[in-house]
């Protein structure tokens, strides 16, 4: 049995115990009953909060893409070389996806059975395409490989960011976000052999 | 309605059959009637070749951890220097990855719910400490770079690897097995920066 707990969130922290569940069951699976037990208040406390749990899904997407797409605005993002604003990118996104993880998770795992869901994957692609511009630069500039094909380039390097969610897990106390970052950021761009 | 088609399955494609429904369903999703369904033979029929869903499973899981056990064996991975051994590994990898597509990518989804699942995740966790101790002994002989950590190395490796069967298509005519394996090989051995 279940007792109703006095309702003191905010759309905020409902928001953590929803990605939350969403990550378990994930998004299809998961039910406003879901949300209400896990939460411990009932559905109408929910609905006080957001319009159901779509919005619950847009709220969570948008704090990893906005994340994400805010490293393009950073200085290092900006100026100097491609190559070198590439690196930045690719250290920054192993940051934010680690500071964010449960959202970046969750934004990865979005299908697009939804209107939502499909606006969260044109997001994403948006931001790959970002990054692949980028690395297309770099090329052009000559300071990365040209023996690579960018968007072959592109796929794997995502692959290996993205990875990162299926095994970091923050309370392990093993890498920090920034050693993790430090350590993709070598291997992209210097590789394992030591010269 | 389905019209039930004459038995003319082997036990190796009515496993090819099996691996699909698996891959688009998930496992724990699949029954037997679905099986039946997707091979278009009925239920008995399907018993007269295995012993049920689960032995389906393991001969899919064991077709792709034979597959990459035999990697070790190749000559390419035993002579040599230890750096040499892990880059014939980690191309023939994604060798083995891509013409075994199917098969891998169910074993990479096994969540360890039944005896064979634990049994092949116990598998891949031996495969994935084979490698690492390569990396290991490259580290040691100096041959690869001191400043990241082994095991978040053979991690971020693998993620990048794995991450091969979200995209890689056959059917759409793009980079071959073996150029997919070229590119992994040089981003992960010498990086992306011109040097």
Redesign the interface.
Same mark, same amino acid.
């Given at each position: 049995m279940t007792t109703a707990k006095r309702d003191t969130y905010t759309p905020e922290t409902l928001l953590s115990v929803a990605v939350q569940v969403f990550n378990d069951r994930g998004y299809d699976g998961t039910s406003m009953e879901h949300l209400s037990k896990a939460a411990g208040i009932s559905k109408s406390s929910i609905y006080h909060h957001v319009s159901g749990k779509e919005e619950l899904l847009r709220r969570a997407v948008s704090r990893a893409l906005d994340g994400l797409f805010a490293i393009l605005d950073e200085e290092g993002a900006c100026a100097g070389r491609a190559?070198d604003r590439l690196e930045h990118v690719v250290r920054r996104m192993v940051e934010v996806l680690i500071a964010e993880l449960p959202y970046v998770t969750l934004l990865l795992r979005v299908r697009g059975n939804t209107a939502t869901e499909r606006w969260a994957l044109e997001r994403r692609r948006d931001f790959d395409h970002r990054v692949a511009e980028l690395?297309k630069a770099?090329a052009a500039d &000559?300071?990365?490989?040209g023996?690579?094909?960018v968007r072959?380039?592109t796929?794997?390097?995502? &692959?290996?960011i993205?990875?990162?969610v299926?095994?970091y897990r923050p309370e392990s106390r093993g890498?920090s976000g920034p050693?993790?970052a430090?350590?993709?950021a070598?291997?992209?761009?210097? &590789?394992?052999?030591?010269?």
């Amino acid at each position: 049995m279940t007792t109703a707990k006095r309702d003191t969130y905010t759309p905020e922290t409902l928001l953590s115990v929803a990605v939350q569940v969403f990550n378990d069951r994930g998004y299809d699976g998961t039910s406003m009953e879901h949300l209400s037990k896990a939460a411990g208040i009932s559905k109408s406390s929910i609905y006080h909060h957001v319009s159901g749990k779509e919005e619950l899904l847009r709220r969570a997407v948008s704090r990893a893409l906005d994340g994400l797409f805010a490293i393009l605005d950073e200085e290092g993002a900006c100026a100097g070389r491609a190559v070198d604003r590439l690196e930045h990118v690719v250290r920054r996104m192993v940051e934010v996806l680690i500071a964010e993880l449960p959202y970046v998770t969750l934004l990865l795992r979005v299908r697009g059975n939804t209107a939502t869901e499909r606006w969260a994957l044109e997001r994403r692609r948006d931001f790959d395409h970002r990054v692949a511009e980028l690395l297309k630069a770099a090329a052009a500039d &000559g300071d990365v490989r040209g023996d690579v094909e960018v968007r072959l380039a592109t796929r794997l390097v995502f &692959g290996m960011i993205n990875s990162i969610v299926e095994w970091y897990r923050p309370e392990s106390r093993g890498a920090s976000g920034p050693e993790v970052a430090d350590a993709v950021a070598r291997l992209v761009f210097a &590789g394992l052999r030591q010269a």
